[in-house]
């Protein structure tokens, strides 16, 4: 045996040894049981033996102390004809060739797939070990193995130095690789089933299912069947008119054929069937083609399954959304350019993909250089993060439902599922995913029990991103609320959620936001009310009152009428039940449906509040409330958020934060701006009682809300405040 340096722990020196010990008789083993001549066991065995090469050169005296030299020499000499003969191999199929720079290099032909390959190093997971950092003497760290239940960075080392070694350079044409695209879909299914498919909880929740899909062998709609396996496009529609399915062409579009018109390979059209045909988005017919060739049978596309101009039919599917997306087989993402960019790298239907360099066929560094793999990974997510698609609004509930995606760039085809990301020209290595959730979507926080910071998270990532039209704000919102509803007790209100209505209407922004104004007329719900967050475009935030002592206490009962019904119904405050760390049954939320007013403090029979002459043809969400109304002064003008407001004593006693700039610093700072402000809710924040109050600015006969501030219960009672009749839009 090889001396070796007095340890500091003897015990944890002669566990070391035993555990490389163990590994070693471990390799020695397996090695022994590969005496067939297959190739397959060849090439694993010439792993393996790499493997001990490896071990014995990372693992320094403490390998050389386990295993005596004579052994080490054994095992090498077992397995070293296996390694040189696939070594032979290569060099007999080696050839020279001149690279774009003119450099003369050798490159072989590997005739063992990736298939194959990938087979291979998973087997060689058997070896399940991991490495740990330890101090010998005081004098360096060295890196040592031990036994463990997770896959070893060991395997990723093996796969990294085994194509690095045996694998030549290999080249990413300019065609998409179907074969390789259909493995990441069969080894998810195969490897993942327990993260990456729908659990039964999920099925209870996301249980809607569409109505039509499209038949990508038949090029036609056919009725949808529940459980039928589909895979969904998630792309951005751009401002360029398309075709969609109408109430008058829904019945053509389900003839055999009825979609295969379109661009040929030179670009050219054909002669539609269908009216407007021709119109068809390249992106959505060169994905139909994309499943075809995929073999897949069925693709969900917004623009065709959904009858555009049924408006019943069109709410019902914006609606579920969440549920169209979970149970998608895959969804498809195209991350660059609008509907009518259509795709690149479909042989004979596209062109290629844009990833050639100087005439030759691009090699990714993660392929020349397996060890740049994770920088690769990176990249990739970093691309995606600033792509066109993920900037948009609609495609925000899209990409978090979706379990699965297959991303679509002009330059790369990339998988994105729970457990990994795998890219083109690499094999899917496996690593054990600690990460499980009961309702399995990739990006959706869902809880059993309804929490207003989970309604928060999502409302804060969505409200950054753009929408071509501002009036859909809620409906590309919709699926996602749709899916909180089944835990939210009484549902939401233009966005705002009736559990916890008090607290989601004092929402404020962080810097300034744009109102977000119509492009076009529409029918239905019409302008998005100011009281809620989706009438402004920007980053939006919530007060937290994790802290305070008693949450938030409402100060007003609200009302709210659809203008186009002319019917109120009473919001019910259940903000008392979340202080008090309990939810109402279904028998105390019915009662706080009712029609019972708490305003003043005694309850009293709620009348039907004012509607104005008109007002429900123009504004089709009001909100009525009789709070206290009382006027404050602002003194910076020019302030972005946090400005100061002042009382009737000159003192600071309070702070609003309003929707839009107050004014310009051109303008003098001292010029006083009254604000008109209501109360509807008080805090116990940092043992000060504060009132939250709205800044409301009249309009006609009904008023809009301009900002959100708190200020001193005190303070608001020295004003004087007045009771009103608030009807805000």
């Known amino acids: 045996m090889v001396t070796q340096p007095a340890p500091v722990d003897k015990s944890l020196t002669i566990h070391r040894e035993a555990t490389v010990r163990r590994l070693a008789d471990y390799l020695v083993r397996l090695l022994t049981d590969l005496s067939t001549p297959r190739p397959s066991e060849r090439a694993y065995a010439g792993l393996l033996a790499e493997t001990v090469q490896r071990v014995a050169g990372r693992a320094c005296w403490i390998i050389r102390s386990a295993i005596h030299p004579s052994e080490q020499e054994r095992i090498l000499a077992r397995t070293n004809p296996w390694l040189h003969e696939i070594r032979d191999r290569l060099e007999s199929c080696a050839h020279t060739e001149t690279g774009p720079d003119g450099a003369a ?3 072989a032909e590997w005739t063992l797939d990736d298939q194959q390959l990938t087979r291979l190093t998973l087997e060689a997971d058997r070896i399940q070990a991991e490495t740990v950092t330890i101090d010998d003497n005081d004098r360096s760290a060295r890196r040592v193995l031990i036994p463990a239940k997770a896959p070893p960075i060991l395997f990723e080392d093996k796969l990294e130095d085994l194509r690095d070694r045996l ?12 074969p390789r695209v259909r493995q990441w879909l069969d080894h998810c299914d195969a490897q993942h089933a327990a993260h990456c498919q729908l659990s039964a909880a999920s099925r209870a929740i996301f249980a809607h299912h569409p109505e039509w899909l499209v038949d990508v062998a038949r090029r036609c709609l056919v009725p949808a069947r529940p459980g039928q396996r589909y895979l969904a496009l998630s792309y951005v529609w751009g401002p360029r008119a398309s075709f969609q399915t109408l109430r008058g062409n829904v019945e053509a579009l389900q003839r055999d054929g009825a979609l295969a018109p379109g661009r040929d390979a030179h670009g050219g059209d054909k002669t539609p069937r269908i009216a407007g045909l021709d119109t068809l988005a390249y992106t959505i017919a060169d994905v139909i083609e994309f499943v075809a060739r995929l073999g897949e049978a069925y693709l969900w596309v917004d623009a065709l399954c959904i009858v555009q ?3 019943a039919h069109k709410q019902e599917h914006l609606a579920h959304m969440g549920s169209i997306y979970a149970n998608a087989y895959a969804t498809i993402v195209v991350a660059h350019g609008a509907s009518h960019h259509g795709l690149c790298g479909i042989e004979d239907v596209t062109p290629p993909m844009r990833r050639a360099r100087s005439g030759a066929p691009y090699t990714p560094s993660y392929v020349r250089r397996p060890g740049t793999l994770a920088a690769a990974v990176q990249r990739h997510m970093a691309t995606v993060q600033q792509s066109t698609w993920n900037q948009r609004a609609w495609t925000f509930q899209e990409q978090i439902f979706s379990r699965r995606l297959l991303i679509l760039a002009d330059d790369e085809v990339a998988w994105e599922c729970h457990c990994n990301v795998w890219l083109e020209g690499v094999a899917a290595v496996e690593a054990q995913c600690a990460r499980n959730t009961a309702v399995v979507a990739a990006g959706f926080s869902f809880h059993m029990n309804p929490t207003f910071k989970n309604y928060a998270d999502h409302v804060q990532q969505y409200n950054r991103r753009q929408l071509s039209y501002p009036e859909d704000s809620m409906d590309a919102f919709a699926g996602i609320l749709t899916v909180l509803q089944t835990t939210f007790l009484g549902g939401f209100v233009c966005c ?12 404020y ?4 936001v744009d109102a977000r104004v119509p492009r076009r007329r529409r029918g239905g719900d019409g302008v998005v009310p100011t009281w809620t967050w989706a009438a402004y475009g920007g980053t939006i935030a919530f007060p937290d009152f994790s802290t305070a002592k008693e949450g938030v206490r409402p100060l007003v009962r609200w009302k709210y009428c659809r203008g186009d019904v002319s019917r109120w119904w009473p919001v019910p405050s259940l903000e008392k039940q979340q202080s008090e760390k309990r939810f109402p049954t279904a028998a105390e939320l019915q009662a706080l449906l009712g029609t019972m007013s708490l305003e003043d403090g005694n309850p009293v029979a709620a009348g039907e509040p ?7 043809i123009t504004y089709h969400h009001l909100l009525h409330a009789r709070p206290e109304r009382a006027v404050f002064n602002v003194l910076d003008y020019y302030g972005d958020e946090g400005v100061p407001l002042v009382g009737a004593s000159g003192e600071c006693v309070g702070v609003l934060t309003p929707c839009k700039k107050l004014g310009s610093r051109e303008v003098d700072t001292k010029t006083v701006i009254p604000c008109e402000l209501v109360a509807v809710s008080e805090s116990f924040i940092n043992g000060a009682e504060t009132y939250n109050v709205l800044w409301i600015e009249k309009k006609d006969e009904v008023y809009v809300r301009k900002g959100v501030g708190r200020i001193l219960k005190s303070d608001w009672v020295s004003q004087k405040p007045e009771r009103m009749d608030l009807l805000l839009v």
């Open 509 to 512: 922004n962080e810097g300034m």
């Open 309 to 311: 101009d049924d408006e």
């Open 610 to 616: 004012p509607f104005p002459e008109g007002t429900g």
């Open 167 to 178: 694998m030549p350079e290999r080249c990413l044409g300019p065609w998409i690789q179907f």
């Open 496 to 507: 705002l959620p009736v559990m916890f209505f008090d607290t989601a209407l004092l929402w």
């Open 105 to 107: 290099r050798t490159v």
